[in-house]
């Protein structure tokens, strides 16, 4: 079976939001077996929602958008027209709505009742976290769902009534995907060294470059009947692979740095510890976006000043003053000031010129100081990274996590 | 004049990334006056790109992705053919990829050489951040431009030669929109509230309600030929709309929380710091995503573990084993604790179970208390978020940012 999804909002034709819906909305049917044909974004226009409709070629299109209660909201009536079919008064949906505003202390207004109006022909979606139910309609040899925009809306949705009815109809066909996430190597560099590698996969395995900075990930793909022979084929391939990239494979598909980090603090019944000053707290706020990280991350002293530096993680003022804060002395010292003061096993620090000012010429914009340390052992690397504030905090922060990941297996 | 923005990518389809480009893409053409009819997503397959080259409608065409140097990127053979132009070796794009890459410590192979042939009938973007160069064809009545994927390299080439070039081609009609950005009132109150506004709004604007969790932003659009007498319009509108919501708007267009708190701190010549329990760091995260918080933002303590709210932040031990880490007294104690150890003007601090684990019937997940303090007052407020972890620190650092706003100009 094949999808096209669209997305329906002036919004992201402007640009002001980025539809990161459609993206999970893909994900979520390539995992059943359902490759996504086309995205497409229009705008909030009878004519364009119509046109989108008629020129796609797929047997299920999937609508986000436009199912808000504010006037410039037009796909439900929209669609009651397309397919002819007019909207009646939903009991239950009203009622659903007047419990979650009440519940939000939100008095009912006629806004609201108008979002429990449903075009008669389609099956209503329930949508148990928001007032716009969603619609499926079943039109000859193709199906279209109408879900509201609001993403834990949407998907809430989708989870419920959308995958559980379109795994069961596309029965048996099966895409598999792996991705490698390799991390210290850029993607010209990997290519030729896993050139022979690449030469001899099977000739039913798809093998893709995603490259994102300090990131390139490899992807995998197959398609058939049966997955457990298909997943195999991958895995053997795998092996071949980490055989050859010992140190640039951090983990797979959806993995990120902060949780593989996590997983081998934890398999080490060990603690950690980060002293941000560039960073200001993003690696702390990257190590505990992960569920559980309670168990391993006991805290952060973000010393933006030089004065927190000295005072709270006792760097060495004379160090400060003769080095600057951006030095091997200083992030060196901020890692053990961080393993005392906060008493852990580990501990990652960062001192470097995030921008878009405070760069001199011995010290551009972008240079960098990370350390990690397990008590014993104090690591530390400069890196110089570009002009750009956000990219240079993500990179730092990046590179942070791997140097850790690295000095707990013993690789660095 | 009009555009479609046609993204290659079969990592797009399957969900694995989301398409940020476009949405960058699109904006940049609005301020220009250049309207985005269509945003596209199709796959790496020739038949694909030229599927949509032949449906799409724009007089401006313009293609991101499929440039890498890899085996799966076919954009620019895929074009080449299309536009009947073959392949020549251009010198000066490979000098600059030597450089690039020896600048990089990388050697050069075969596959960087591939990327120096460019179609002859195109003008070359040239790259300075990466080694694909763009490319401009032009055909009759429409103009394809194709751009690599990777999004630093392609707003780089986009800001140096597209915008200037279009922006010369389109003289004249312009689009202007402004977002007013609330937070304290959901949409459809925010609606009623506004009702009689929007009701008298003069014909040419049209107003749109864009909602995401914690925040309602409402955008003014309005098309013409004259930027000012629009910008006026709107501008008077606007002024209304402020007498309406005095507490509910922060900011206006593509300002966050943190940038409007760090104008405030900065007007008052305060300053900040932070400390977070269950937000682990991410308000200081945002706090110093801001260019110039060192300004103002002095640092924050990540107390993840309890024994770090009482050891350095000074937090009765009593008041965690009497009330609980996630309680008034505790977050209080917390936000005085940052004052003066950290010896700043204002403080935030939260606390609160951000899930999936830790809730009880007393305290689910979700629960937060928040304060804000400028050492003399603390305001403190509990709040019910949902269950969803990511969620619930995106809130939590929202709310706390707002209170703190509302701190600073004396509304809480």
């Not at 596309?170 to 996430?181: A, D, M, Q, R, Y």
């Not at 390799?182 to 001899?200: F, H, R």
């Not at 457990?228 to 391939?237: H, Y």
């Not at 003053?321 to 501990?347: C, F, H, P, R």
């Amino acid at each position: 079976m094949k999808a096209d999804l669209i997305t329906i909002g002036d919004e992201i034709l402007i640009g002001q939001i980025v539809d990161t819906n459609s993206a999970w909305l893909a994900k979520s049917l390539h995992d059943i077996g359902i490759r996504v044909n086309q995205i497409k974004s229009i705008s909030d226009e009878a004519s364009d929602i119509i046109d989108a409709l008629d020129s796609s070629k797929a047997e299920i299109i999937i609508i986000t958008g436009g199912l808000g209660p504010t006037n410039d909201d037009i796909t439900k009536q929209t669609l009651s027209r397309y397919f002819d079919s007019e909207l009646v008064f939903n009991e239950a949906v009203f009622k659903h709505i007047g419990q979650l505003l009440v519940g939000r202390g939100i008095e009912l207004n006629a806004l609201n009742r108008s979002q429990a109006m449903l075009p008669k022909d389609a099956k209503v979606l329930f949508n148990r976290t928001g007032t716009a139910a969603g619609m499926w309609f079943n039109s000859n040899d193709r199906q279209v769902i109408s879900l509201p925009g609001v993403p834990f809306e949407m998907k809430g949705i989708v989870e419920e009534h959308v995958l559980p009815e379109l795994l069961n109809q596309n029965g048996g066909h099966v895409v598999v995907s792996k991705t490698v996430l390799t991390t210290g190597l850029p993607e010209s560099m990997l290519a030729v060294k896993i050139a022979d590698w690449e030469n001899n996969l099977p000739n039913h395995l798809k093998l893709a470059y995603l490259p994102k900075p300090g990131i390139v990930r490899l992807r995998l793909t197959a398609e058939g009947a049966n997955r457990t022979e298909i997943e195999e084929s991958i895995q053997k391939e795998l092996e071949k692979l980490q055989q050859i990239l010992t140190k640039e494979i951090f983990g797979f598909d959806e993995e990120t740095l902060e949780q593989v980090v996590g997983r081998l603090l934890l398999e080490k019944k060990c603690t950690l510890s980060t002293a941000e000053s560039c960073t200001g707290g993003q690696i702390a706020a990257l190590i505990t976006s992960v569920a559980g990280s309670s168990a391993y991350f006991k805290g952060s002293v973000v010393a933006y000043h030089n004065q927190i530096k000295s005072d709270i993680l006792h760097v060495n003022d004379s160090n400060i003053t003769k080095y600057g804060a951006v030095s091997q002395q200083v992030v060196e010292e901020m890692a053990m000031g961080a393993i005392e003061l906060l008493k852990t096993d580990y501990a990652i620090s960062v001192s470097g010129i995030a921008g878009p000012s405070g760069g001199t010429q011995e010290k551009p914009v972008g240079t960098t100081w990370i350390a990690v340390s397990d008590g014993k052992n104090t690591i530390s690397q400069q890196f110089t990274f570009g002009e750009h504030r956000g990219r240079n905090i993500t990179r730092a922060s990046l590179m942070a996590l791997n140097m850790l990941r690295l000095l707990i297996i013993n690789k660095i």
